[in-house]
């Protein structure tokens, strides 16, 4: 295996400072000087990583969604029955008092920001959203089939909403500074889905 050159290095430098700022102000409120700062790269350099912000900005959430689906790949692999893997996942989100999914989740964070402010910034994590969503279909079909998750006519569906169901608890989460709504949540899903 080829070690990155330190351009490759330098960029995802600025990537994973960028996510860590952007995590906690907002794709908006950070701006180019304070990525570069951050990650110690000097100033002016960053049209050499990036042709725009919003390039940037498309790469960041690249990254995000491919590390999270395969993340969710691995737990989906695990060989245990389909509920444990799904009480894993939402048990993920719900996460430590110190971080949820309100405080780590890229989509909570961005999703309306940049609904209106990018169209491909859009794409990149409307597309993420629905491979999730796809993915708890598979574990809701996996989980009528070994009978340790209810039956439900339409996987699919079902798995969008569910997903739909956190995002609403991590924002209500954000904003009541409170882990009520996601605990709200699993406590749901444990009673709607699981046998």
């Not at 960029?11 to 994973?16: D, H, K, P, S, V």
């Not at 949820?100 to 989740?105: F, G, K, L, Q, V």
């Not at 070994?146 to 996987?155: F, K, V």
């Not at 969008?160 to 996601?182: E, F, N």
């Amino acid at each position: 295996m080829t070690e990155p050159s330190k351009s490759d290095q330098t960029r995802a430098r600025i990537l994973a400072t960028g996510r860590a700022l952007v995590l906690s102000r907002g794709f908006g409120g950070v701006g180019l000087k304070d990525i570069l700062a951050a990650a110690g790269v000097p100033k002016g350099s960053f049209y050499y990583y990036f042709p725009s912000k919003e390039a940037f900005g498309c790469a960041l959430l690249d990254g995000y969604v491919q590390e999270y689906l395969a993340a969710l790949d691995g737990l989906i692999a695990l060989p245990e029955p389909a509920a444990a893997r799904m009480a894993r996942y939402f048990s993920g989100a719900l996460g430590t008092e110190a971080a949820t999914m309100a405080d780590r989740c890229l989509v909570v964070k961005l999703a309306a920001e940049i609904a209106d402010l990018s169209e491909d910034m859009r794409q990149i994590l409307d597309a993420g959203v629905a491979q999730v969503c796809a993915r708890l279909a598979l574990l809701l079909r996996e989980g009528a089939t070994d009978g340790s998750l209810a039956s439900h006519p339409d996987p699919e569906r079902s798995g969008a909403m569910l997903y739909a169901q956190w995002l609403g608890a991590a924002i209500h989460a954000k904003l009541s500074r409170s882990r009520t709504p996601l605990e709200q949540a699993m406590e749901d899903t444990r009673a709607r889905f699981f046998t």
